[in-house]
């Protein structure tokens, strides 16, 4: 049986979250622009054997839609959610960039072991993919286009078609001030800022203790493995080739056997 439920942030914001399955709570992050439905063709596998607590974030699905919205707000989301719903810290699981939030939770001790689907910690690659598209982005009559354009970019049209079609439709009828606050340094092409983010970011990696799993379908910059290793080298990383950003709905079988080897060990 799943249950809704909703939890407010210390800043005011009301998270709301689907809460559905077994005893052992794993929290699910979603990327930009989707929201908590999008992790259905893995929790719908996985939820008679685990506590599945998917998170709309703020700015999402049927969460607040006011902004301003910035990651260490969606950090916020999900520290009022576990504060809700878990005993002890969860598992997490992020994909893009709730894989972001997902690396900080478990950095900080907000949650325990983690999984990052596909989220690069280094942001300087995908940030000149944005700031090339910045000028339609902030055109509201082009915004939705150029978003597709980016997502297409990272392998969206890899995803077979019902999942496919639901995520174009999300991505159609997002709210452009979400994308515009969140990616605001890499829309500006804020060196300063984004150097400054990804020295925080592999402070970040640093300082996980706890196990992660950091899954990619796709390469990313070169050296990016090695530098994650040498940040952390208790990170275990893997590129599951071909298979694009959204690897987990291109073959969520895979990633649900991933996952369960991944809990177990």
């Known amino acids: 049986m799943t249950t809704v439920g909703r939890a407010v942030t210390d800043d005011g914001y009301e998270i709301v979250y689907a809460d559905s399955g077994g005893d052992k709570p794993v929290v699910w992050l979603h990327g930009i622009s989707e929201d908590r439905s999008s992790w259905e063709p893995v929790t719908g596998q996985l939820a008679p054997e685990l506590r599945c607590i998917r998170i709309d974030f703020r700015g999402h699905g049927e969460s607040s839609h006011h902004g301003p919205y910035e990651v260490t707000g ?23 960039l709730g894989g972001m939030v997902a690396t900080i939770g478990a950095a900080t001790g907000l949650t325990g072991p983690a999984v990052c689907i596909d989220q690069p910690l280094r942001l300087r690659t995908f940030s000149e993919l ?6 339609r982005l902030r055109d509201p009559v082009t915004f939705s286009d150029a978003l597709m354009e980016e997502k297409i970019a990272l392998g969206m049209d890899r995803v077979p078609g019902p999942t496919f079609r639901e995520l174009d439709r999300k991505t159609r009828s997002s709210d452009p001030d979400v994308v515009l606050d969140i990616w605001k340094p890499m829309l500006d092409g804020d060196t300063e800022v984004i150097d400054a983010a990804d020295m925080m970011l592999e402070q970040f990696v640093r300082e996980i203790n706890v196990p992660y799993l ?52």
């Not at 002890?88 to 893009?96: D, Q, T």
């Not at 944005?130 to 000028?135: D, E, G, I, K, Y």
């Not at 599951?240 to 991944?262: I, T």
């Open 74 to 96: 969606l950090v916020s989301d999900l520290a009022a959610v576990v504060g809700a719903t878990c005993t002890e810290p969860p598992i997490v699981v992020g994909h893009s």
């Open 130 to 135: 944005v700031h090339s598209l910045a000028p």
């Open 214 to 265: 950091a899954l990619h379908g796709q390469p990313a910059e070169p050296g990016y493995e090695q530098w994650l290793r040498t940040a952390n080298p208790t990170v275990t990383f893997e590129l599951w080739e071909g298979l694009g950003h959204w690897l987990h709905l291109v073959d969520p079988d895979r990633f649900v056997d991933r996952f369960r080897q991944f809990i177990a060990e």
